[in-house]
């Protein structure tokens, strides 16, 4: 099982970044999927959850803003971040929760 997230980087307030999370080695089109986050001496946190049928959940601080999306085709999981604050700096995590699979992150920075 592999979960390979891409697209973090350094950008501007106010800026946006796409990110990838390729999966592989499960049947990535009958799980829900989520990215989380974690910014430096705080908690993991849900920042969007997508179920195999598409459904969506956002948490307060990233709704309106991040768009999760998925490509059951391409076993590949989205997050499209928007309009991004300083306060979006984290470590960004995919994962397949119920199934406890992980991947090892990749980092956005978000400068004001």
């Known amino acids: 099982v592999q979960l390979v997230e891409s697209g973090g980087g350094l950008v501007q307030a106010g800026g946006s970044l796409r990110l990838s999370c390729a999966a592989s080695?499960?049947?990535?089109?009958?799980?829900?999927m989520g990215w989380h986050r974690q910014a430096p001496g705080k908690g993991r946190e849900l920042v969007a959850r997508?179920?195999?049928?598409?459904?969506?959940y956002y948490s307060g601080s990233v709704k309106g803003r991040f768009t999760i999306s998925r490509d059951n085709a391409k076993n590949t999981l989205f997050l499209q971040m928007n309009s991004l604050k300083p306060e979006d700096t984290a470590m960004y995590y995919c994962?397949?929760?119920?199934?406890?699979?992980w991947g090892q992150g990749t980092q956005v920075t978000v400068s004001s």
């Open positions: 994962a397949a929760l119920s199934v406890g699979y």
């Open positions: 080695g499960f049947t990535f089109s009958i799980y829900d």
């Open positions: 997508i179920s195999s049928g598409g459904n969506t």
